[in-house]
């Protein structure tokens, strides 16, 4: 018997054709609308692909693009390289687990927030950085954040 899946991923199995070389466009399609890549749409692009999961697991785990939690309407990344972190940025991180109650590749409860740490942002020249949703914050200081999360709070 077929498994019945949801209509996005059907809509999907119709644009590709069930070629291994099209696994990274589908998945940054499943990232896309999931806001992550669910384990019923790993299973079904292994069906679809004819690729075993733990091959699509290995690609998902690979690219920081992908995650196997949801993510939250806000990402926040605070650049931990070492021009941002000569330049305070560990106290940025510390200050969004103080006031977030999460850690590093946690999502807030309400899936407001997801906080991750990166190596480097390649703003060097604007250190320390934190970003929301790939907007770049330079030059931040935790009064910076704060502001910064108050305003989206608000929204």
């Given at each position: 018997m077929e498994k019945k899946y949801d209509e996005f991923m059907q809509g999907l199995f119709k644009e590709y054709k069930p070629d291994k070389d099209n696994l990274i466009?589908?998945?940054?399609?499943?990232?896309?609308?999931?806001?992550?890549?669910?384990?019923?749409?790993q299973e079904a692009l292994s069906n679809f692909l004819g690729i075993s999961m733990a091959e699509i697991y290995g690609v998902v785990t690979f690219y920081s693009?992908?995650?196997l939690e949801p993510q939250g309407k806000y990402k926040l990344s605070v650049c931990l390289g070492t021009a941002c972190y000569v330049k305070g940025s560990q106290k940025i991180l510390d200050r969004?687990?103080?006031r977030l109650h999460i850690k590093e590749g946690e999502t807030t409860p309400d899936g407001m927030f997801t906080l991750e740490a990166m190596r480097c942002v390649g703003a060097c020249g604007l250190a320390p950085v934190f970003t929301v949703n790939g907007e770049v914050y330079g030059k931040a200081t935790v009064q910076k954040l704060d502001q910064v999360l108050d305003e989206l709070m608000k929204n």
């Open positions: 466009q589908m998945l940054n399609e499943v990232q896309e609308h999931y806001g992550y890549v669910p384990r019923d749409a693009r992908f995650s969004i687990v103080e």
